[in-house]
């Protein structure tokens, strides 16, 4: 398994400034991952955090607005630029084990984000 | 990309009671995971499947993989209070790297 930590746990954040996530593995993993989760909803990808890399962006996710850093095997960032209120949501830190052919995702606590 | 439908959205059950939820995909899956998460968690993985046909069980918890490998099912028997959470499948396609995740399913416990 892996334990993941991210921080910071929640932010109260004014328009137009910008925040930087943290997420720590506590080990080496093959892929990390960022999503974001609206109240009540289920979770959508954001990108996949690809190391040494630029990451790869799903449909409707820009780098601009989400620069993501993965500097090493245990270690990303997600960014999230000139918030609005429409920012506000869990963003959430995963990260995939692969071993052989079975691989498994675990995630983070997730960063509570409030954009006022 | 791959459509995963999660039914029921919400069950209300007594405790006691037995549950079941499933999530069907527009494509064929490799793996199957059920999660579950708590207000102010992350989801929190409670089985992995890798085979079709596969069964696996966790404490009260079973889940399949479908033959079909585009269904998957879990069953929680004789539910207790903490049982309450939302639940969420996923699923990864064939040489997919990222998981997809059904709506999920919010489970109220009456005691």
């Known amino acids: 398994s892996a334990v993941i930590s991210q921080k910071p746990s929640r932010d109260i954040c004014q328009r137009g400034t910008s925040l930087t996530i943290q997420c720590q593995v506590d080990s080496q993993v093959t892929m990390m991952f960022w999503y974001r989760q609206q109240p009540g909803q289920s979770l959508t990808l954001i990108a996949t955090?690809?190391?040494?890399?630029?990451?790869?962006?799903e449909s409707g996710f820009v780098i601009d607005k989400f620069p993501i850093s993965r500097p090493n095997l245990t270690f990303s960032t997600l960014t999230v630029s000139n918030m609005s209120p429409e920012d506000s949501s869990i963003y959430l830190c995963?990260?995939?084990?692969?071993?052989?052919?079975?691989?498994?995702?675990?995630f983070g606590p997730g960063t509570r984000l409030t954009v006022l | 990309g791959q459509q995963l439908n999660q039914s029921p959205q919400s069950m209300f059950i007594q405790e006691g009671e037995d549950v079941s939820m499933n999530c069907t995909s527009s494509s064929i899956f490799n793996t199957w995971l059920w999660y579950k998460q708590d207000p102010g968690e992350g989801p929190v993985l409670l089985i992995a499947?890798?085979?079709?046909?596969e069964l696996t069980s966790n404490g009260r918890l079973t889940a399949q993989f479908g033959i079909t490998r585009k269904d998957s099912f879990l069953n929680i028997s004789a539910s207790i209070p903490s049982d309450v959470g939302i639940y969420f499948c996923?699923?990864?396609?064939?040489?997919?790297?990222?998981?997809?995740f059904g709506a999920g399913t919010r489970l109220t416990v009456k005691p």
């Open positions: 996923a699923g990864r396609a064939y040489n997919n790297n990222d998981m997809r």
């Open positions: 995963s990260a995939a084990v692969s071993r052989s052919s079975t691989d498994t995702q675990y």
């Open positions: 955090a690809n190391q040494g890399s630029e990451a790869t962006y």
């Open positions: 499947l890798y085979k079709a046909g």
